[in-house]
């Protein structure tokens, strides 16, 4: 399975397909933002705030849309259900909400196909984001976050798609997941879009943890630590049962705002009409993406089906 969201982060959850890498003919152009830091003489890149990035090299994702991950795995036609609770900003608690769907779309990014999950974000029984995310596999066993196209609304009206996709505006995949997490290990990048202020950072905070929600009680759970140093003492927490993904979300920190608690409730396989429906869906909110954030998506190669890509059109 995956991760789950929060706030501005909404870091993902979950998801993924199969298969290899396409040409690097299907790349759009690269476009350096002045905030992103590109060491020379050997040195890796930094975002803003002098942290190093992940280096995501194409000719390392042999068969990316396999994601086969312990803590992490996607599996196509798979649905998460979330539900807990969040603070608004006047302080009110109410009921939140989060349903990810691992599509079979895929969809290239920086020469490296990608698989597509289609989230959606209730607060108080409302939709107050709906989002496109990508997601790989590397060789070694990483799990990569390559972007996401989120449109938030309010009171059913649109009102931002604040989009960050690796190889535009100085955007760069970073790691959602590590091979093999480990305690005492540095952060890593989970991401960096400067241009919509995605700076996420991902550390292994906790390993072996006995954890009981509703849907049963896991043992051996590795805790991530999420955090953004524009978001001070603030961070949320993400807990990971092996062969599953992620089963619960809480926070920590005290600048922490939205103190987001979320559960795991249902996992289901969608039946063949189901899926149909969720990857309808899910095309008609890249058709919106292509007109409301040209810079970011606009230039990308539209998402396609694992069966088209097999059929070799």
């Known amino acids: 399975m995956a991760t789950?969201?929060?706030?501005?982060?909404?870091?993902?959850?979950?998801n993924t397909l199969r298969h290899a890498f396409l040409p690097a003919a299907v790349l759009g152009c690269l476009v350096l933002y002045p905030t992103l830091a590109v060491s020379q003489a050997?040195?890796?890149?930094?975002?803003?705030?002098?942290?190093?990035?992940?280096?995501?090299?194409?000719?390392?994702f042999s068969r990316p849309t396999e994601i086969t991950n312990k803590w992490l795995p996607m599996k196509p036609g798979t649905r998460y259900v979330y539900e807990g609770t969040a603070v608004e900003d006047d302080g009110k608690v109410v009921p939140h909400r989060i349903v990810i769907?691992?599509?079979?779309?895929?969809?290239?990014?920086g020469a490296v196909r990608t698989v597509v999950s289609y989230d959606l974000d209730y607060n108080d029984n409302e939709l107050v984001e709906a989002e496109l995310a990508f997601f790989a596999q590397d060789d070694e066993g990483n799990?990569?976050?390559?972007?996401?196209?989120?449109?938030e609304y309010e009171d059913g009206k649109f009102v931002k798609a604040?989009?960050?996709?690796?190889?535009?505006?100085?955007?760069?995949?970073?790691?959602?997941?590590?091979?093999?997490?480990?305690?005492?290990?540095?952060?890593?990048?989970?991401?960096?879009?400067?241009?919509?202020g995605w700076a996420?950072?991902?550390?292994?905070?906790?390993?072996?943890?006995?954890?009981?929600i509703g849907a049963g009680?896991?043992?051996?759970?590795?805790?991530?630590?999420e955090s953004a140093r524009s978001e001070g003492d603030a961070a949320q927490l993400k807990y990971y049962a092996a062969g599953l993904g992620n089963i619960k979300v809480g926070w920590t920190g005290s600048e922490e705002k939205s103190k987001e608690v979320l559960e795991l409730v249902r996992v289901e396989q969608l039946d063949a009409k189901a899926l149909t429906e969720v990857r309808a869906k899910a095309l008609a909110l890249e058709k919106s993406a292509y007109k409301r954030n040209k810079a970011a998506y606009g230039a990308t190669?539209?998402?396609?089906?694992?069966s088209t890509l097999e059929g070799g059109r």
Not at 46 to 52: E, K, L, Q
Request: hydrophobic letters at 40%; charged letters at 20%.
């Open 217 to 225: 009680r896991y043992s051996d759970v590795l805790v991530v630590k």
């Open 143 to 151: 799990v990569w976050r390559f972007g996401e196209y989120p449109e």
């Open 162 to 196: 604040p989009a960050w996709i690796h190889g535009y505006q100085g955007a760069r995949a970073g790691i959602m997941m590590k091979a093999q997490p480990r305690l005492g290990t540095p952060s890593y990048a989970q991401g960096y879009g400067p241009k919509v």
């Open 301 to 306: 190669r539209p998402v396609v089906t694992a």
């Open 101 to 109: 769907n691992i599509t079979d779309l895929m969809k290239v990014i």
């Open 200 to 212: 996420d950072r991902g550390q292994v905070y906790q390993i072996g943890q006995d954890v009981t």
């Open 4 to 14: 789950a969201l929060s706030p501005h982060r909404r870091s993902v959850v979950l």
């Open 42 to 60: 050997g040195k890796a890149p930094v975002d803003a705030s002098g942290d190093p990035l992940e280096v995501m090299e194409a000719s390392k």
